[in-house]
């Protein structure tokens, strides 16, 4: 070791020793927003578990691979998905290009605001109205379009900020992980190139780590300078048994962990406990019809039937009760 | 600091100082299997352009992506891509349960290990023999196969082992972009769950990060188990414009270096420099007929066509010369 080199050294080795210090402060409790009950300790048993290192459960750092669904699971998705606002909003700036849109189905329901009208015809209303808007552009200006949109728009009811309606306990669970060695991934039935802009500021995850559903894109010079271009045509819908395919697709490792919702979250929570090992699955019951909302098997858009739950039982899943397990529900002082 | 903490962190501090110290000791010469040319000097400048904090061209580790191809630019891809050999040998050993394979092509020229044959029809006979020996089993059985398969199985004319085949001077540039915080990734015309296996031995690149052309998988409960079972149809060819498209799904950011060996890298090496900021762009000349093997625009596998070299020139692409730029091929002792 040369003389010039040992401050240089010191410095690192404090910052070394710092970041341990914060680790260890941390560990006293991770989860504040979570009431100490069943499903905060299955949480804290499992990382507990998987990270001694003398254990049978040791799991190597490479493998601690853990996967979260979005809507429903990280931020709010009722009244609607966000992405319906995201779509009603486009399909309002682009409507003076589109006069027919005025009385052409799902277009004149997106008008008029009318997202229920949108849904009647179930998902494939929003799938029309995101090719009509979501496409035509580079994926570049799409991002952009996304990140101008998502800094400003606001729930319809609370009129907080979309990202600030995600869910507290969930920020530390994903804070906690990744302190445990985690890799964090989102695996969202939503559009990957919707979440991306933003997952990173508000969930820590960075986009080759948030896929969800895609669209076809085209490759092309552009004055000399290669874009891609975002076709209206369906690539890969990440739900139900996509997740999973997506799951290999993007990672080719099992997760060892895997979190979620709905029954379209279903087979993502059923592969990860396939591999062998220890395993942690959750699901997430929305029964908070004070601070949150409440829905269950009659839900639309993310059903948690009586036969998920009964799954979830049988496989030794963990449910979470909004109610009785959050202590806090969003970030911001709620009621 | 409490008493029992301070070992630890002083064995911390430590092991930061030693890695530090490594680091530092192979700056000296991190590609030393490079002649000290323009090539050479080019991926040293870049690197040091790019992670220089107070620079104008300082990249953040976090955007530091470099993307490979791997045939041709990892590892030798002559006399034919090594999934060629891999293919015929799984047609050799599934022909019992498939008598009509004996008279029916391309199965007969894999039979008799005529690989011009199979080639005759262009990629398609591999595709035809690929869709007819990757598929129908887990992926999970499926990586069994190739871990089983490429610990042995060895290149035609050397003897040696395919793994041993890999280039030691591109060896020594991933080792070294990875040093200076670069994420380093595969993106290969070849099949992703062929390559996964043994990629992280081989090279040091986890499976999240190789990325390659792909057939469909199909969620299913077996036994009450989880798996995905390989489909007799492709999903995508990770080739050509597939390549671009590819990184923006699998990654969302553009690389800021590409290295590539043939006209089906090229619009992976236009996206990457089609970004703003510092880029690096790299091209490998097969022209060591002695060392390794020879060839240029009349290869039908592989083509470096006049117009490639010449875009490469138009751009200011590096264009590594393997005669005169490489001071050794292989890691092995060869002439």
């Not at 780590?209 to 010079?221: D, W």
């Not at 829905?295 to 009586?306: H, I, N, Q, V, W």
Request: net charge neutral.
């Amino acid at each position: 070791m040369t003389i010039t080199r040992t401050p240089y050294l010191i410095a690192i080795a404090l910052l070394c020793a710092l970041a341990m210090t914060t680790t260890i402060a941390h560990a006293a409790d991770s989860l504040p927003s979570w009431n100490d009950a069943a499903a905060k300790k299955s949480i804290v048993d499992f990382v507990a578990k998987v990270t001694k290192e003398s254990g049978p459960d040791f799991v190597p750092p490479a493998e601690r691979i853990a996967t979260f669904d979005n809507d429903g699971t990280l931020w709010c998705e009722q009244p609607l998905f966000v992405q319906f606002y995201f779509t009603m909003d486009r399909v309002k700036a682009l409507s003076p290009q589109h006069p027919e849109w005025k009385t052409k189905e799902p277009f004149a329901s997106f008008l008029k605001g009318d997202l229920d009208g949108v849904l009647a015809g179930g998902l494939s209303g929003l799938l029309e109205g995101a090719m009509a808007t979501h496409a035509g552009m580079t994926t570049e200006e799409f991002a952009k379009i996304v990140n101008d949109w998502i800094t400003t728009a606001k729930h319809p009811k609370t009129g907080k900020l979309f990202t600030e309606m995600v869910y507290q306990p969930m920020l530390e669970v994903l804070a906690y992980l990744r302190a445990n060695g985690f890799k964090t991934y989102i695996f969202s039935g939503g559009g990957i190139e919707f979440m991306r802009p933003w997952a990173e500021r508000v969930y820590g995850i960075p986009p080759e780590q948030v896929i969800g559903s895609s669209i076809k894109t085209k490759f092309e010079l552009r004055d000399g300078k290669a874009v891609l271009v975002r076709l209206p045509e369906m690539n890969f819908i990440d739900d139900k048994d996509g997740k999973p395919i997506a799951i290999n697709q993007h990672i080719g490792r099992r997760p060892i962990a895997a979190f979620g919702n709905s029954t379209g979250d279903q087979p993502m929570l059923e592969y990860t406990q396939g591999g062998s090992g220890a395993r942690f699955m959750l699901l997430i019951h929305h029964d908070d019809a004070e601070r949150e909302y409440v829905y269950g098997a009659e839900s639309k858009l993310a059903p948690f039937t009586d036969a998920l739950m009964a799954k979830a039982q049988q496989n030794g899943w963990t449910v979470v009760s909004m109610k009785q397990d959050w202590k806090t529900i969003f970030p911001f002082k709620s009621k």
